[in-house]
């Protein structure tokens, strides 16, 4: 049931709401006929566009700016172990560009990754249009659960 967020020097970067962020990462999961126990270890690395440039070039050998790069380390069906590292840079391009806050997309990308873990695709248009439906309804969640924390 191990959810970690960690952060890549020399990125400065805190995520708001982070016990809410695992219990909406574990509503995901739950809602996708899994339960927290399924989580074994998954990690959200924050970090820079050099640092998941890097990344993306090496295990990938994508010459590519992204903005985030899931690696499934399950060795179990229904297991999840992970590693998601997302491009705070990236994300923060992509909501101007998009005209949303940085924070939603950053959690799209943050539920994007976990879908690939729970082995959702997005190679195909049809893979992608439901990659994309999924991410919306878990957002639409994550925002019903910020309102009820705010009150």
């Known amino acids: 049931m191990a959810i970690h967020f960690h952060t890549e020097l020399p990125l400065v970067f805190t995520l708001r709401h982070k016990n809410l962020i695992r219990n909406w990462l574990r509503q995901v999961v739950a809602a996708e006929g899994l339960t927290a126990v399924h989580i074994q270890d998954l ?13 993306n070039v090496q295990y990938l050998q994508h010459d590519t700016l ?3 790069i ?7 069906d229904g297991k999840i172990v992970g590693d998601i590292f997302i491009s705070v840079e990236r994300t923060n391009d992509n909501a101007q560009t998009y005209q949303v806050s940085s924070a939603y997309e950053l959690h799209r990308v943050m539920v994007h990754g ?13 893979e992608s249009q439901l990659m994309r439906q999924k991410e919306d309804n878990y957002l639409r969640l994550l925002t019903i659960l910020l309102q009820k924390s705010e009150h």
């Open 43 to 55: 990690n959200y690395i924050f970090c820079t566009d050099d640092y998941l440039h890097t990344l």
């Open 66 to 68: 992204t903005d985030v």
């Open 70 to 76: 899931t690696f499934d380390n399950s060795e179990t």
């Open 114 to 126: 976990l879908l690939h873990l729970l082995g959702y695709k997005d190679k195909s248009e049809a």
